[in-house]
């Protein structure tokens, strides 16, 4: 990011403006001002102008009287990273006093969390002021980001046509790339995080799902599930990070010079639109210009999914088995996309999803072999940039089509409980297009280290 932005400039980012608030050129009250007039805006929801974010927040900011301090020294405080910053929460998480329905009307009357979730409070904690609950995709089930209940959060990149902003942090990813919100909390089981950050321009990071606690968050994939966020830059999803696993990143600041990065041929590259096309190659020719050393690998593991999924995979599996009830009684009132994604797992046998997890732990084992060596692995996160919402919103064939598309690259990486991060690699005069950088588990720290620099690469490439 370059440090001379202004506070009041939506791509500034949190590093930017705890600047602006040491040296006095910014207030918190400032900031917040100016991000909870474009949360706002959406009173015009049914009349899209661009940058507002449309059907993006379910509701207002709440209140949190440690992060409207004015002493500049809190901003310089590391246990105060998000001082006086506005941070958007996925319908999905526990507030206090606030009911958690994930996007759907079945649990809209459900009683209000007695307490914040383990990252909530972490984010209180860190001095984030709570800018509001965003919309998503009911249950989190589906990449697109449609919501037939409270509308669909149009994507703020296209000023003349409303996009998918994809799914199912969609909310979150609105609020991010709008201004609304510097942070968007939100979770990641195929590809949650880094869909949306992909077609609506922003960083996505995954980290690997052991490092940020589940608790307090309404499960879809109790096996997936992770935890993350969306920010402004690669620097701020390093410090998000930081606060949402309670751990400390190591930057070792290893030069792209001295890294071998891996690309997978297999899927990855298939059937890419002609923006995505150009922007992952250019991309590559712009990490390969800076010294990066890149290898084409086959990776054929990646075409055995299909088949270890053949009976459902984990999302139908344990998504059944936490809805199993509620669906019984309320079917009628679910996303009927969503609930034909649930009911699924009504088909899959207590053995199936027994040979399923011990299929998998294989096969993440043939991945890391695959993988030794390599500091990541560099793929489009999505093979398309995003459609108009009218041509999926009432085509089932369609929706399911784009749907698959959107969410092929990205759910390999939750297969392999690993971690990735998307960043955004296309050029001013395109839809936004996102390069994934992915690896097994626990390799957050040299994946978050390597971003920093491809960051910097893409940067000086336009």
Not at 175 to 195: H, M, N, P, Q, Y
Not at 243 to 252: F, M
Request: proline share 5%.
């Amino acid at each position: 990011m370059n440090p001379t932005r202004t506070p009041g400039d939506r791509h500034a980012d949190i590093h930017d403006t705890r600047l602006a608030f040491q040296t006095g050129l910014s207030s918190p009250a400032q900031v917040l001002e100016h991000a909870a007039a474009i949360a706002q805006s959406e009173a015009c929801r049914h009349v899209f102008m661009p940058g507002t974010v449309q059907n993006a927040f379910l509701t207002g900011q709440t209140s949190n009287k440690t992060s409207e301090t004015s002493d500049k020294a809190a901003f310089a405080d590391p246990a105060h990273l998000l001082a006086g910053l506005p941070v958007s929460i996925k319908d999905l998480f526990d507030v206090a006093g606030q009911t958690t329905a994930a996007g759907s009307t079945v649990l809209a009357d459900a009683p209000a969390a007695s307490a914040d979730g383990p990252v909530v409070a972490r984010l209180r904690a860190a001095g984030a002021v709570l800018a509001g609950r965003t919309n998503m995709v009911e249950f989190a089930f589906s990449g697109v980001g449609l919501n037939p209940h409270y509308g669909t959060p149009v994507n703020p990149a296209d000023p003349l046509v409303q996009r998918i902003p994809g799914g199912s942090s969609s909310g979150a990813a609105v609020s991010v790339a709008t201004g609304a919100a510097f942070v968007g909390l939100g979770s990641d089981t195929g590809g949650s995080i880094r869909i949306p950050a992909a077609l609506c321009g922003i960083v996505g990071f995954k980290s690997t799902a052991r490092l940020v606690p589940t608790t307090g968050a309404l499960p879809l994939s109790t096996s997936l599930d992770t935890v993350c966020a969306l920010t402004r830059s690669v620097r701020d999803a390093v410090m998000v990070h930081e606060v949402l696993a309670a751990r400390k990143v190591t930057l070792a600041g290893k030069p792209l010079s001295a890294c071998r990065l891996a690309v997978a041929r297999t899927q990855m590259q298939d059937g890419l639109d002609d923006t995505v096309a150009r922007a992952f190659e250019r991309s590559l020719a712009a990490l390969r210009q800076a010294g990066a050393h890149i290898e084409e690998i086959a990776l054929a593991e990646i075409s055995e999914l299909a088949g270890i999924n053949a009976t459902g995979g984990l999302s139908a599996a344990e998504s059944y088995a936490w809805h199993r009830s509620l669906i019984a009684e309320h079917q009628a009132s679910y996303d009927p996309r969503v609930a034909l994604r649930i009911l699924r797992g009504a088909q899959m046998t207590a053995a199936d999803y027994i040979d399923l997890l011990a299929a998998r732990r294989q096969w993440i084992a043939r991945m890391e072999a695959r993988l030794g060596g390599f500091d990541a692995v560099l793929s489009p996160t999505v093979p398309i940039v995003a459609p108009p919402i009218a041509s999926v919103l009432n085509d089932d064939d369609e929706f399911f089509r784009v749907n698959g598309l959107l969410l092929r690259n990205t759910a390999v990486v939750n297969m392999l409980d690993g971690c990735a991060i998307s960043l955004p690699c296309h050029s001013p005069d395109q839809l936004p297009v996102g390069l994934m950088l992915w690896h097994a588990a626990l390799h957050d720290d040299t994946l978050l280290d390597l971003a920093l620099q491809v960051e910097t690469a893409l940067a000086h490439s336009l």
